[in-house]
């Protein structure tokens, strides 16, 4: 087939290499920008904060009458932010949770829900046979390939605080002999 100006059947061609590569760096940028830190400043507006790191996953009321914002994000929850804020709403402080840091703030006896407002969500909750009691797990940005993990018994409080395992998901598959 021709592809001359004057052939009346012209042949579909794919984008040059130029465009396609033009387009994943675009798309790499993007991601990139989306779970790059984000910087939270006291005294900005909570929605200020929303639209930088994304949309709000809970609110929890704190002992002191403020309000802890949790904003759950990037790929398996590997960073969850806490704000707190002001009946105003404007920003009293605020960071990235799950780090080994925070981790060490989970000890023997909290409740879930005082776990939920240090760390948040966790990415998975799993039953544990039939003694009552849950595992909650936290995926985060570690080079081990670990994750956090807390039991929680049948009466909803810790259980020796919590622990690193490595995580499943960086496990090879199990193939039998």
Not at 26 to 40: D, N, R, Y
Not at 102 to 119: K, N
Not at 143 to 171: A, K, M
């Amino acid at each position: 087939m021709s592809t001359s100006s004057d052939s009346p059947h012209r042949v579909a061609r794919a984008p040059g290499r130029g465009v396609v590569a033009g387009a994943l760096a675009s798309l790499c940028l993007a991601a990139c920008a989306a779970f790059a830190p984000v910087t939270i400043v006291p005294g900005q507006a909570e929605a200020d904060v929303v639209r930088a790191l994304g949309p709000v996953t809970a609110r929890y009321a704190m002992p002191d009458g403020t309000t802890r914002v949790e904003i759950a994000r990037g790929p398996l929850g590997r960073q969850t932010y806490m704000i707190d804020v002001d009946a105003a709403g404007r920003v009293l402080r605020g960071e990235q949770v799950l780090d080994e840091r925070h981790f060490a703030e989970i000890v023997d006896g909290m409740t879930e829900a005082q776990v939920l407002r240090r760390i948040g969500r966790p990415a998975e909750r799993q039953p544990v046979g039939f003694v009552g009691r849950v595992v909650w797990s936290w995926r985060y940005e570690n080079n081990l390939c670990l994750w956090f993990r807390v039991t929680f018994g049948p009466d909803g409080r810790t259980i020796g605080g919590g622990g690193y395992l490595p995580d499943p998901l960086c496990e090879p598959p199990f193939e039998p002999f």
